[in-house]
């Protein structure tokens, strides 16, 4: 009886064994590992909110799926905290936080500031470096394991905290390495002497020395971790793994790491009936016995690097700290098959099982055969007889116990797969053509060929359709023929249908509903319902139905309802029994339920060779598991084992920015219901995550602001929404995520938006604005009451005074007009006498009789110029005004006639303002502006000069540091110019002393500059 439970232990410990590993495993670098401040990571942690909490020896990082947060010593950080270097992170029952330190601080986090506060301060000079930091789930307290011994902080009972911190830890374990509590709520210490049993209860201690344990001489323990049973997994510093019986304090099971040298075992941790060990020597999986342990290493999955410090499950995966930063390991059900672990060349191109059962894989590299009994491919044809096979092999065909191969180069083979021998399959003029698909029965084999169309060998005949004009294409990716008999061949966009009775090709036009585009065709299958499913380049999935193959109507309608498939590339498709469909995508392999919808969509985190497959490398072998190959070798799957999980990924809202405020990316947004912005916040956006961290890159995400968008807005993989200048009302933002699976959260976020419209624009301000508009028109309708009967009296006796005096009115108005043209003209007539007087004393005084006649001349024409005035004068309220612009042209064509030079040398520049000035001091201008003029024509120019000018401008201006207004009168020419002390060398009498005297009596002043040509500047002062 003993010997046959003995047997039946075996047994079942074997299929324990052999149960632990019926999935995979598969290790991938997290992509946070770039984000990282110092990549050696010592915790992981993640809370009650999905939150990432990652601990390095320079810092925390928290991450929430959008922004990663660093919290480190840095004085400079606005996130600090007393220490960088991490020990342990962990969460009690309420959802608090706590952090341990290398140097002894214990943190917790406080979600209202947003940072750590410290709950133990360290002295310096002590020693007390936290190893192990523990929360009991059985009450609150804080157990803190460090190089000093045990220690507890937030105890309810002052009785425990005192004999706690009583007790000789170090004196009976040595240097303490680990602590953990099991379900009864007792603690275990392991140290380098042993083990201790603490009994918080009983407030007993039981101390299980080394030798108890049958360990090797220099084995100490360095890891512990509680098992189902009443059982504990020990871990030590050589390598050994050791099951203990708390009840009956015996060694159930034990196990030796196989590694070229000792390895340290840092972590233990039992995840989904698997026993994960953490070593410095690399990442090793044991079943629950230890019957079986597994270095994943030999698989040819592997850590980022050997050392690794921590482990945490998070659902079905597991995160794994190394000192290279983050990995991911997970079992996954999609067996993987390439040249690191089964010896399969890794580009993959096609798939055969022949008549026995066998696997054979055609890759660029030739030709494989699968030993399902070893796990491993063998080469197909490494002798000389077979060279011609190192081809690589893009298709392959069974037909009876021949395989018929095609060849990237080299054309068609035939291999007998008994002997191997092969020969070559004439069919075109020349056999360097790539052959992309091969159709054989028992009558005929159709060759498709990449350049040079498609053929069919019967027996010793060969017929070419593209030489006798049956299918006009050269180049044919694929060919299919369906259950119903149906032939069909592919070219690039345009699809063939084959007729049997003239043994021809028709093109079927087929209507995608892509408008013009007409998509590439890149994979066939067929339904059970006998329909025909089209994979296209970058368009998704199609179905052509039965009914319209009948019927020949070429439409066909997409497949899927996932937004991202609509624009996928399906380079492979199968079907399962159950009618699902399978396919392989340039992003992964996704499942479509028999209707078309979204099952779930697989990526690399599930075990997929890489994110892209190759063009045909699909197939369903008899036993009913799916094949898809890539460039990174190929995937074998057993569809109704494929664990589905449809739970969608929580979300969360990660920040809100707007202008002029402190970002809120630390505050707790998930309480957050509704969100209040002014009119000052003329943009926000939202920042939101899908807490699904495994392959973040791949999340999905859509919103919408209800009711200012009318549908939903698909984003994409950003994870961010911006609104701006939102008009003044009340808004429900919602959003939604597909985490890397394809599974959507439709519940997602909800947040209220009240846009609060501007203090003027309010419901209150609008409100006063009318009691203030009705009490004005109250007002002016009061006032035009009181006064409507006076006015229009007055307004009666007016018109009566007016009708009397208007004929006396106008009569003076007459007499009046004429009386100030009379006095206007008589005053006109002194300022010009006056002018003309001045004129003549200035030039004839003192000076000898011999030139008192050439003075005559010259105030002749003065007198002539000043008479000219008369015929631009016009009257004006309060007197007559001249138009010098007019008079300044009368006068430069007068002096013209009388030039030294041509006149058709000099050009005249008039820029003197139309503006009316009064006459009388229109005179005195007159008279300047005569002299200057007539200075430079007569005496500027030299008598060969070829081009000449003279301007002359009359604006309004004012003086330099007031407001005072002046006439600015300027004169310029290219002439020989003047001497700056002009005034002092001009004689008694002289043009220039003539503007002198006008200028002072007019109060203003005169500038002379002769540098290059003459500038006359005056400015006098004028009042409008």
Same mark, same amino acid.
């Given at each position: ?10 047994? %079942? ?102 940072? /750590?506060?410290?709950?133990? #301060? ?18 609150? !307290? ?39 509590? !099991? ?8 140290? =380098? ?44 510093? $050589? ?11 015996a060694l159930v099971a034990s196990a030796t790491l196989e590694t070229d040298s000792r390895a340290y075992i840092s972590q233990l941790l039992y995840h989904e009936g698997h026993l994960i060990i953490g070593t410095d020597r690399g990442l090793y999986i044991s079943d629950i016995n ?26 079905? +995966? ?18 993987? /098959? ?12 096609? %798939? ?34 077979? &060279? ?41 003029? @020349? ?34 359709? +593209? ?14 023929? @369906? ?118 969509? %697989? ?30 070798? +190929? ?122 419209? &501007? ?5 209150? &301000?609008?409100?006063?604005?009318? =009691? ?102 016009? %009257? ?27 006149? #058709? $040398? ?24 005569? !002299? ?32 005072? @207004? ?55 002062? /004028?009042?409008?």
């Amino acid at each position: 009886m003993t010997k046959k439970c003995t047997i039946i232990s075996i047994l %079942f410990c074997l299929c324990l064994a052999s149960n632990s590993f019926s999935a995979q495993i598969k290790i991938t670098e997290s992509r946070l590992s770039e984000l990282l401040q110092q990549p050696t990571v010592s915790a992981i942690h993640r809370d009650k909110h999905r939150t990432l909490w990652v601990g390095t020896q320079q810092g925390l990082h928290r991450y929430d799926g959008a922004n990663l947060t660093v919290f480190d010593s840095d004085h400079g950080n606005l996130y600090r905290i007393p220490d960088s270097e991490i020990s342990d992170v962990a969460e009690d029952n309420n959802g608090d936080l706590y952090v341990a330190t290398s140097r002894g601080f214990l943190l917790k986090w406080n979600e209202i500031s947003a940072k /750590f506060d410290s709950l133990i #301060e360290v002295n310096p000079h002590e020693e007390n470096r936290f190893v192990r930091l523990v929360i009991s789930k059985h009450g609150n !307290e804080i157990w803190l394991l460090s190089k000093r011994g045990l220690s507890v902080h937030n105890s309810k009972s002052d009785v425990i905290k005192n004999w706690i911190e009583g007790l000789q830890i170090v004196k009976i374990v040595g240097t303490p390495r680990d602590l953990i509590e !099991e379900s009864s709520g007792n603690l275990w210490i392991a140290g =380098v002497l042993g083990i201790l049993r603490i009994d918080l209860e009983q407030q007993s201690l039981e101390f299980i020395e080394l030798s108890e344990l049958s360990l090797p001489k220099r084995s100490t323990l360095t890891a512990l971790e509680p098992l189902h049973g009443k059982k504990l997994l020990i871990g030590t510093n $050589t390598g050994n793994i050791l099951i203990w019986n708390i009840e009956t304090k015996a060694l159930v099971a034990s196990a030796t790491l196989e590694t070229d040298s000792r390895a340290y075992i840092s972590q233990l941790l039992y995840h989904e009936g698997h026993l994960i060990i953490g070593t410095d020597r690399g990442l090793y999986i044991s079943d629950i016995n230890l019957s079986h342990v597994d270095n994943v290493g030999s698989r040819g999955v592997a850590p980022s690097n050997p050392n690794i410090n921590a482990l945490f499950p998070d659902g079905k +995966y597991v995160w794994v700290g190394t000192i290279n930063g983050l990995d991911i390991l997970s079992f996954v059900s999609f067996e993987l /098959f390439n040249t690191e672990n089964s010896g399969v060349s890794n580009d993959i191109l096609a %798939f055969e099982e022949d008549n026995s059962g066998r696997l054979w894989v055609g890759t660029s590299d030739g030709l494989y055969l699968y030993d399902e009994s070893k796990g491993l491919h063998s080469r197909f044809g490494r002798n000389p007889v077979s &060279a011609m096979l190192n081809y690589g092999v893009t298709t392959i065909e069974v037909r009876g116990d021949t395989l018929l191969l095609g060849l990237i180069q080299g054309g068609a083979r035939t291999v007998n797969i008994a002997s191997a021998r092969q020969k070559k399959l004439n069919f075109a003029s @020349s056999d360097s053509g790539v052959v992309t698909k091969i159709i054989a029965d028992e009558n005929d084999i159709l060759i498709a060929t990449y350049d040079q169309g498609l053929f069919r060998v019967t027996g010793r005949e060969t017929k070419s359709y +593209y030489e006798d004009g049956s299918l006009p294409e050269r180049s044919i990716t694929t060919i299919f023929r @369906s259950n119903k008999g149906l032939l069909l061949a592919i070219s690039g966009q345009k699809l063939y249908q084959h007729t049997a009775r003239n043994d021809q090709y028709r093109i079927v036009p087929l209507k995608f509903g892509l408008g013009q585009k007409q998509p590439m065709i890149y994979s066939l299958a067929q339904t059970a319902e006998d329909d025909i499913l089209i994979g296209t380049k970058d368009h998704g999935l199609f179905l052509w139905t039965r009914k319209d193959q009948l019927n020949n109507v070429p439409r066909v309608s997409p497949i899927g309802d996932h937004q991202s498939l609509s624009y996928s590339t399906i380079y492979g498709i199968e079907m399962d029994s159950d009618g699902s469909m399978w396919c392989s995508t340039e992003s992964g392999i996704v499942k479509l339920d028999s209707s078309g919808a979204l099952v779930e969509k %697989f990526t690399t985190a599930d075990g997929l060779q890489g994110t892209d497959y190759t063009l045909g490398a699909s197939f369903t072998s008899q036993s009913g598991h799916i094949y898809f190959g890539g460039m990174n070798g +190929y995937n074998r799957f057993d569809p109704a084992l494929i664990e589905i999980d449809n739970s969608a990924s929580p979300m969360r809202l990660t920040d809100i920015i707007l202008p002029g405020r402190n970002s809120r990316r630390l505050k707790e947004l998930t309480k957050l219901k509704t969100l209040q912005l002014t009119h000052k916040d003329y943009f926000v956006t939202f920042q939101f995550s899908v807490l699904d961290f495994i392959d973040a890159e791949q999340n999905q995400y859509r919103y919408r602001l209800d009711p200012f968008d009318n549908e939903w807005i698909e984003n994409g993989t950003r994870n961010t929404a911006t609104y701006t200048n939102l008009p003044a009302g009340d808004y429900e933002l919602r959003v939604q995520g597909a985490n890397s699976s394809g599974i959507w959260n439709l519940e997602g976020i909800t947040l209220g938006l009240d846009v609060l419209p &501007a203090p003027w624009n309010t419901w209150w &301000a609008k409100l006063i604005y009318s =009691v203030i508009l009705l009490c004005l028109c109250w007002g002016l309708l009061r006032i035009h009451r009181s006064y409507a009967i006076e006015r229009r009296s007055v307004q009666i006796a007016q018109e009566m005074f007016e009708a009397e005096d208007r004929a006396d009115d106008d009569m003076q108005e007459q007499l009046e007009f004429q009386d100030e043209i009379v006095q206007a003209s008589y005053q006109h007539s002194l300022t010009t006498m006056s002018l003309i007087k001045d004129c003549i004393s200035s030039r004839s005084v003192n000076l000898p009789n011999d030139l008192k006649s050439k003075i005559s001349e010259g105030s002749i024409k003065r007198i002539s110029a000043l008479s000219s005035l008369e015929d631009f004068i016009s %009257f004006q309220v309060g007197g007559p005004v001249i138009n010098l612009q007019k008079y300044t042209d009368n006068i430069l064509l007068e002096l013209l006639k009388h030039a030294p030079v041509k006149p #058709e $040398t000099i050009i005249t520049i008039n820029q003197v303002s139309e503006m009316p000035i009064p006459a009388e001091l229109a005179s005195h201008l007159a008279i300047l502006i005569f !002299e200057i003029l007539e200075n430079s024509v007569q005496h500027a120019f030299e008598q060969d000069s070829p081009a000449n000018y003279i301007q002359v401008k009359l604006a309004l201006g004012t003086t330099e540091g007031s407001s005072e @207004s002046v006439l600015v009168l300027s004169f310029s020419d290219n002439g020989m110019g003047v001497p700056k002390n002009i005034k002092d060398l001009a004689g008694e009498g002289s043009g220039i002393t003539i503007v002198d005297a006008i200028v002072k009596k007019l109060g203003g002043s005169i500038d002379f500059s002769g540098h290059s040509g003459t500038l006359v500047t005056i400015s006098i002062p /004028f009042e409008d």
